[in-house]
């Protein structure tokens, strides 16, 4: 059972912002509802400013979180986009591997940078939520489906397995305080979809948001950012994806489906699509381009035997599972269910 929950801005510094203090103050009554002793690590709430000109800190800050024997859970503000600057800070001097703990490790978005540094020293980690847009949102209380898989998360340390929602809701438009206990328009959903391929396949999952995966290869947002990416080795090799289950979801930047396909040609140029054992595709935020990414994807992973399996409630399109990386994963789109083995 998770007692103590450590939040770190490992990427936007947005919970120290003013015009998000009525979210963060709802998250951590929620949070402490549960008997969660909640701690905010010494620089989370320091700002966007502060956080964009000091990586080091908010390296700092997930190294005294793992290091920290009292804290059981590290989750993730929220995302962003440059947690990519925190590699030298945590694997020039093997800082990470030498501070790195068994501790439940959520978040999602940029935070797919942060699983890989964690794959990389090891660690099983969990994908699919975060502080500010989960356990803050401003409905009532945290979405059904999102809370489900949350507690089961503070519960047990794990997931068992998901199973689709039956409803997607629209992408808030506002997040001011008069936003409090209004609820997102909803509609029905019909589960998950299997594009190609066997219906039943398993491995490890890995992967993450497209849009982060995409700027590891390609310079546009940051010059600097493949290049420092391929320096720390961040993406894994084409030995290392053998057997695994690709995952991959959309951010809110609802991405143009020929910068998907672009995006789809790295991964394939990365060798990956020839070794895994299938893919994971996260519904888009308020169903854009659905079918155009659909179309990419049979397009550029060109093999019909490779199984992918679409509409998975999990990254930016809300309600939001969780999923473990790092453990056996068996799919079942028949069943529609997805199990994990901890064992």
Known sequence: MIKTIAIVSLSSGTIGEPSVKH?????????????????????????????????????????????????????????????????PYLFDHDELIHAVS?????????????????????????????????????????????????????????????????????????????????ANPSHSDHGF??????????GEVLGGCIDSLYDLFNGDRYEDMPELCSRYRLFPSAEDWKGKIL??????????????????????SAGIFQVISGMLIGKPMDDVYHMEYKDALKDVVGDPRVPILCNVNVGHAMPRCIIPFGVKSHVDAGQQRICFDHS
């Not at 503070?154 to 039956?166: C, H, K, N, V, W």
């Open 23 to 87: 979210e963060t103050a709802l998250g951590l009554r929620r949070l402490e509802s549960y008997g969660i002793d909640v701690r905010f690590m010494p620089h989370a709430l320091k700002g966007i400013r502060y956080l964009q000109q000091h990586p080091e800190d908010r390296a700092s800050d997930l190294l005294e979180a793992f290091r920290d024997p009292e804290i059981d859970m590290i989750l993730c503000a929220i995302g962003g986009d440059d947690t990519y600057r925190l590699l």
């Open 102 to 182: 068994d501790k439940v490790f959520l978040g999602f978005s940029d935070s797919t940078l942060n699983h890989l540094m964690l794959h990389k020293v090891g660690l099983r980690t969990f994908y699919g939520q975060s502080f500010l847009a989960d356990i803050c949102e401003l409905d009532h209380e945290m979405l059904p489906y999102t809370k489900r898989y949350f507690e089961e998360l503070l519960r047990t340390g794990s997931i068992s397995e998901i199973a689709p929602s039956s409803v997607w809701y629209e992408s808030r438009k506002g997040f001011g305080p008069e936003q409090i206990g209004i």
């Open 193 to 202: 979809e299997l594009l190609q391929g066997s219906p039943v396949f398993s």
């Open 247 to 268: 995952l991959l979801e959309s951010s809110e930047e609802k991405m143009p489906p020929e910068k998907y396909r672009k995006a789809l040609e790295y991964l394939k």
